[in-house]
């Protein structure tokens, strides 16, 4: 009953920006967690960023300096503003949400579907 849909993905060289949004719905009592996974192909899904409820960033050293995560707590929306990018980030990008459906239920994950990002050199 909680869905997170990603958008933003394409095609772009290297150099260039893009910008992916997710936007979580349903069943939502809190979202703790938000945040941006990317698997590569033949790699792990690895960590991009993170964002907690309060604002606070966690960033792969790959990736500092370069991309930004933001939220909108009310919205339940998380993006991720992608500057200078580089062949080595092209992957599916994956939206996750570590969130409460009611106010007695454990934190329990979330995924979107994902959303490709190529990087041409």
């Known amino acids: 009953q909680v869905q997170l849909v990603e958008s933003g993905g394409g095609l772009v060289q290297a150099g260039g920006s893009l910008r992916l949004s997710c936007s979580a719905s349903g069943s939502i009592f809190r979202i703790n967690v938000m945040g941006w996974y990317r698997q590569a192909p033949g790699k792990q899904r690895e960590l991009v960023a993170t964002?907690?409820?309060?604002?606070?960033?966690i960033y792969a050293d790959s990736v500092k300096g370069r991309f930004t995560i933001s939220r909108d707590n009310a919205k339940n929306t998380v993006d991720l503003q992608m500057n200078s990018l580089k062949p080595e980030d092209t992957a599916v990008y994956y939206c996750r949400a570590d969130l409460l459906v009611t106010k007695t239920t454990p934190p329990y994950t979330f995924w979107g579907r994902g959303t490709q990002v190529t990087v041409s050199s």
């Open positions: 964002i907690m409820s309060d604002g606070t960033p």
